[in-house]
């Protein structure tokens, strides 16, 4: 009996250890997973942050994002590279055909086969001008190349402006001088007791030093107005006062070359402008239809009420030789001639090229608008509109 209760006693101590080492075990293995739980989690998480981050990322940057796997199908393509490369709705085919014509294909395989990225990449299409920067991305199980884009070209259209500016300031400044010096030099050769052509010579002298004068004045009148440095004062006043000051001293111009220069003006319409600003524009305007209008033709200036009586249009009509349509669009621009020879043909001094520009900033800056329609051989007719001052 003693024997067989020892035994019993051995079998449950036993029994007990192996439930103990059982339970530790098992206890062990739970902490276990419940750590691992938790790390998945907090990788979940960080996971979640770093998608949210990205995606966030993406959405508020202008630059295209695009990603594609080694094949060339896309995997991912932000609102910015949908709109730059008419990708619509669908995200899922290959990129060569969801942006076809741009040459994307060569630049996805150079990056794959040497496994990094590569410096940004001009790529043109329909006039448009992208820089391209590519990365690989990924692992070698699963490759993928990230692209972003960003469209170039608007900085180019500033770059060339830029230096067709400084060309074009050298030339405007080089043509006067140089008249002056050959003038100069003539007037040293020739006989000085020649009243008659010492007069001529002085006044085409005169003629050119205005140049000058009106050269550097409309450059610092451009760049006071680009800078904001001459704000605009709007005051409530007459249009038809506007046009009369601004005629006035155009009207020798237009009796020398037997132009009937009218203004229509309805004597109620008022406006809300500055008014020195105004009649430059419309100076300017009316002195460029005096120039290119042949002798006996006409310019009419006429004003009248738009937009439900919230601004004032105005209107200066000429019948002039015209402007080709190919320019319209261009002769707002600084130093933008339509052709360097009308000028001489009409014989008139030529321009610099600034005022239609200047005139352009200034109505802008009154919030208003700009543009002209033109027949060659007919005429043209300057539009711009302020804001009504009732």
């Known amino acids: 009996m003693d024997?067989?209760?020892?035994?019993?006693v051995v079998v449950i101590v036993a029994l007990l250890y192996l439930t103990w080492r059982l339970t530790r075990r098992t206890n062990a293995q739970e902490l276990e997973h419940a750590e691992l739980e938790?790390?998945?989690?907090?990788?979940?998480?960080?996971?979640?942050?770093?998608?949210?981050?990205?995606?966030?990322?993406?959405?508020?940057?202008?630059?295209?994002?695009?990603?594609?796997?080694?094949?060339?199908?896309?995997?991912?393509?932000?609102?910015a590279a949908r709109a730059l490369l008419g990708i619509r709705d669908h995200t899922k085919g290959s990129l060569r055909h969801l942006a076809w014509g741009y040459d994307f294909d060569s630049l996805v395989r150079q990056v794959l086969s040497e496994g990094s990225?590569?410096?940004?990449?001009?790529?043109?299409?329909?006039?448009?001008?992208?820089?391209?920067?590519?990365?690989?991305?990924?692992?070698?199980?699963?490759?993928?190349?990230?692209?972003?884009?960003?469209?170039?070209?608007?900085?180019?259209?500033?770059?060339?402006?830029?230096?067709?500016?400084?060309?074009n300031?050298?030339?405007?400044?080089?043509?006067?001088?140089?008249?002056?010096?050959?003038?100069?030099?003539?007037?040293?050769?020739?006989?000085?007791?020649?009243?008659?052509?010492?007069?001529?010579?002085?006044?085409?002298?005169?003629?050119?030093?205005?140049?000058l004068k009106q050269l550097?004045?409309?450059?610092?009148?451009?760049?006071?107005?680009?800078?904001?440095?001459?704000?605009?004062?709007?005051?409530?006043?007459?249009?038809?006062?506007?046009?009369?000051?601004?005629?006035?001293p155009l009207r020798p111009q237009a009796e020398r070359k037997q132009i009937k220069l009218d203004a229509q003006i309805p004597p109620d319409i008022q406006v809300l402008a500055d008014p020195q600003a105004i009649r430059k524009v419309i100076s300017n305007l009316t002195h460029n239809a005096l120039k290119f209008t042949p002798e006996g033709g006409s310019?009419?200036?006429?004003?009248?009420?738009?937009?439900?009586?919230?601004?004032?249009?105005?209107?200066?009509?000429?019948?002039?030789?015209?402007i080709p349509e190919k320019d319209l669009s261009r002769i707002f621009e600084r130093f933008y001639k339509v052709d360097r020879a009308r000028t001489r043909t009409q014989g008139e001094l030529r321009g610099t090229g600034l005022g239609l520009a200047i005139a352009k900033h200034i109505v802008e800056a009154h919030g208003g608008k700009i543009w002209a329609e033109s027949v060659q051989g007919k005429g043209s007719t300057f539009y711009f509109t302020l804001p009504s001052g009732e």
């Open 299 to 322: 310019v009419t200036l006429h004003a009248t009420w738009c937009n439900d009586g919230s601004d004032v249009e105005f209107a200066i009509q000429d019948t002039g030789v015209g």
């Open 38 to 79: 938790a790390q998945l989690a907090a990788l979940e998480q960080e996971r979640a942050s770093s998608q949210e981050l990205w995606s966030g990322l993406t959405r508020a940057t202008s630059d295209g994002i695009v990603r594609v796997d080694e094949n060339g199908s896309i995997v991912y393509v932000n609102d």
């Open 117 to 167: 990225g590569r410096p940004s990449q001009t790529i043109v299409k329909d006039e448009r001008t992208f820089q391209v920067r590519a990365v690989a991305v990924g692992d070698a199980d699963k490759r993928g190349v990230l692209l972003a884009l960003t469209e170039v070209t608007e900085l180019q259209r500033l770059g060339r402006a830029r230096r067709e500016f400084v060309a």
């Open 3 to 8: 024997f067989l209760f020892g035994a019993a």
């Open 216 to 248: 550097t004045d409309e450059l610092m009148d451009l760049a006071l107005i680009e800078s904001g440095q001459a704000p605009i004062k709007l005051v409530e006043v007459f249009a038809g006062d506007l046009v009369m000051d601004a005629l006035l």
């Open 169 to 211: 300031i050298s030339h405007e400044l080089r043509t006067p001088v140089t008249s002056l010096q050959l003038l100069a030099e003539t007037m040293n050769q020739e006989v000085l007791n020649d009243r008659a052509l010492l007069n001529d010579l002085l006044d085409k002298m005169r003629a050119q030093v205005d140049l």
